[in-house]
């Protein structure tokens, strides 16, 4: 007897598989079939963890802290997220408003969960990271997208902002910077979401600040920066990126003492404290000032390079219509070019049909934009060797010339 979908509950019928885990889980079939696919579709920094940072988590291991740890995170490591958010955002928070969670994902995850009723809208700008709306429907609310285009940065005004408010509106989120685009909000930008904002007091802001180190002009900007609003600014961050450390999964939320208490006691359910080893690694990472960090300087100056680089090749392919990103590690081209377009075997209708393509005939993994809400382009992620970008670029235009 087997087992169908129809024992599912409709909650997790409802949800999609993360599209750039489903390019990834693509490209490994056919990596195990002996193909040589390179693969552009992988979020995460290629640098390994700053060595201070492991031999904290060693030194934790030998004093054996190994045992439970508090629901919202050890209070020295709450106090040292403070204590960095004064230090590089000039935003003051008491350590009980920091709830540390098993990365990133997880932080939002909870915000949603204390926040969103069965038919609150949450508003998200396009494009977008994945999971945004996949959270908010496990939340029970309704995603609202605004779109933007390459031609805007892939940035939307507070003219759409407020034209996308409704009664139902409980919450706006958004990154910045930008998975996929890579494009940054500037001062002046969310000054001008938070006038929005400022007139609609129900309405929370959750402000995914995860790259917040991987930016290339100017000094990281939060919208929590503005008095009108800064009570019902959510700040959502992690290790993931600055320091390399995706896979020590630690993330942190930085919010109203209400809000924090709520996702205490969600955490407290589901989860309960982040692993151990890992929080006493992220206080040394957490406790490194980003000015004075070599590591990340050299990680920083390699992604500008490569982004240059990768601008420059893409510029070159006709159809290809490439944004300059300010911060992350993605490229977000429109390919649009080539919808309709075929090689005598393969219909390009979509940026999804043309992942698919690049993946077979070019054997390049990247992420189509319908997963980000803007399905006119592709996600390209330049973590990766500049000898690599170089060759991948070179299979996708050989393939794209075969699409007429």
Known sequence: MSIGRDVL??????LSESATLEMTRLSRELKDKGIDVITLSIGEPDFDTPEPVKLAAKAAIDNNLTHYPPVPGFPELR??????????NNIAFKPSQIIVSTGAKQSISNAFFALIDEGDEVIIPAPFWVSYPEMVKMAGGTPVIIPSSVESDFKISAEQLEASITSRTKALIFSSPCNPSGSVFSKAELESFAEVIARHPRIFVISDEIYEYIRFEGEHQSISQFESVRDRVIIINGLSKGFAMTGWRVGYMAAAQVIADACNTI???YTSGSCTISQAAAITAINTNPAECADLKNMVEAFRERRDLLFNLLSEI???????????FYMFPDISYYFGKSDGNTQINNSYDLCLYLLDKAHVALVSGDAFGCDQCIRFSYATSTQLIVEAVKRVKLALEQLH
């Open 267 to 269: 955490q407290g359910q």
């Open 79 to 88: 106090k040292a997220i403070t204590e960095k958010l004064l230090r590089d």
């Open 9 to 14: 509950s409709a909650r997790v019928k409802s």
């Open 318 to 328: 006709k159809g290809v219509v490439p944004n300059k990103p300010e911060g992350a």
